[in-house]
């Protein structure tokens, strides 16, 4: 035990004080802010560039009231000319393209002949939008001609707002499914990603030490099993303080915001507001980057956060001890693509399970049987935990988890004190599968 401690501190002490975790520790969550703030900008300032769109309307059924100018698009009226004309002008000109309405027997034979010229492929909302434009006005041509009255339609048209709760008396809200939606996405694919990062680092030094010999002296006095455990918990244990630290400035980051958008942050001094609180602070909400921060604010946010941190030391447990038996049985980093690649499937997969199953039923039989799976879970439980989860399912869930490890590293013990020493061979499936029952 006392030589396990010892490289446990010795793996911790090397990885904390690399200058590439430190620099990474402070610069990531300001980086990650940083690029939404960047692709927020970017979005905004793409929406405020104006197009203009020249317009001929040879079916004379539009109007300028028709094409009224929005925040991106500028309209201009070519009706008059022929349409050659009309564009060979948008041609030679800075307009970004010319809509052409001709003239048919039918509403629907003008439907299917409009045309967009454009000198560039144009741009996807735009086209959405100008088609969106194009059906409200020919729907109602097409509902005067059939004699329909469309002020009295329009007047029977009710909108409905279905309000969410649950039997027990929860309330909730569809922003605030969304928000859920955004968060289990966001955690399940942080964990992805650290897993293989923090793993492939035990992978990476088990190879390291192995190439330059410096294995064959420290084993001359620990276990191999201790050897790699060790560093298995040095790097976790690395890797649980790298994000204790970012979770401390994002709190710091978080108070700022809240006195930036103007809320007062001694109000959620209790992390589960009702909702009812909520609705009185939409209130008063003067920006959606409020009516947002409000919403978050109503997660068991830190139940998130220790679910996170849980997740990740299983997965973590579990993944790195097969790194680790890859590291031993290779001489080189290019060697470990073909065991790599089986290993990071399970992983993607609970993230394509999240995109598909739980997002869409976070308490279907789908997204609990891939919680349960070790292999998976510490991915797809994760995306469920905002949606709420019974206590009994997180807990079968790490129990199997658990288990899995505790067998995972029993066999990659095998594999590591064999491989370990072998040196100029690339080994096979066979041949790893043979020093498992050694």
Do not use: C
């Not at 703030?37 to 905004?44: F, Q, R, V």
């Not at 009231?65 to 041609?91: L, R, W």
């Not at 209790?270 to 997660?299: C, F, P, R, T």
């Not at 995109?355 to 797809?380: E, N, Q």
Request: net charge neutral; proline share 3%; charged share 20%.
């Amino acid at each position: 035990m006392h030589k396990l401690k010892l490289i446990i501190k010795r793996e911790f002490i090397a990885k904390v004080r690399n200058k590439t975790f430190l620099v990474m520790t402070i610069l990531t969550p300001l980086i990650i802010i940083g690029m939404g703030a960047l692709i927020g900008y970017l979005t905004k300032l793409n929406q405020e560039d104006i197009k203009v769109v020249a317009y001929l309307d040879e079916s004379h059924l539009f109007t300028e009231t028709d094409f009224k100018d929005s925040g991106s698009i500028h309209y201009i009226d070519f009706s008059q000319d022929d349409f050659e004309v009309a564009k060979s002008k948008v041609d030679i000109s800075d307009y970004y393209g010319l809509l052409y309405i001709p003239k048919k027997d039918s509403i629907s034979e003008i439907a299917k002949n409009i045309q967009f010229y454009s000198k560039k492929s144009p741009n996807i909302i735009l086209v959405t939008n100008l088609e969106q434009l194009i059906e409200k006005r020919l729907q109602e041509v097409r509902m005067e001609q059939l004699g329909i009255n469309i002020e009295r339609l329009n007047s029977s048209k009710v909108t409905a707002s279905i309000q969410l709760s649950t039997f027990a008396g929860k309330k909730s809200s569809k922003l605030i499914n969304s928000i859920k939606s955004g968060i289990g996405l966001t955690a399940g694919y942080m964990i992805m990603i650290f897993i293989i990062i923090y793993g492939a680092m035990v992978m990476r030094s088990v190879i390291e030490e192995k190439t330059s010999r410096i294995i064959e002296v420290i084993i001359s006095s620990v276990k191999p099993f201790e050897l790699m455990m060790g560093k298995i918990i040095g790097t976790a244990l690395a890797g649980l303080l790298q994000f204790a630290i970012w979770g401390v400035l994002l709190i710091v980051i978080g108070v700022m915001a809240s006195s930036i958008l103007g809320i007062e942050t001694t109000s959620f001094e209790n992390v589960n507001i009702s909702v009812e609180q909520v609705e009185g602070m939409k209130e008063v909400a003067q920006s959606d980057a409020q009516l947002i921060l409000l919403e978050i604010l109503k997660l068991p946010l830190v139940t998130i956060f220790l679910a996170f941190i849980v997740y990740f030391t299983g997965g973590y447990l579990l993944y790195s001890s097969i790194y680790a038996a890859i590291g031993s049985a290779v001489d080189n980093e290019t060697d470990t693509q073909q065991f790599v690649i089986p290993v990071m499937i399970p992983l993607m997969l609970g993230v394509y399970v999240g995109f598909a199953s739980v997002i869409g039923d976070p308490h279907g039989s789908v997204s609990i049987v891939f919680s349960m799976i070790p292999l998976t879970s510490p991915v797809v439980m994760l995306m469920r935990i905002p949606f709420g989860v019974p206590w009994w399912e997180i807990v079968i869930s790490l129990v199997l988890l658990l288990a899995t490890f505790l067998i995972t590293v029993w066999f990659a013990a095998k594999i590591y004190r064999i491989g370990i020493l072998m040196y100029g061979k690339k080994p096979t499936y066979k041949e790893i599968f043979k020093w498992m029952k050694y």
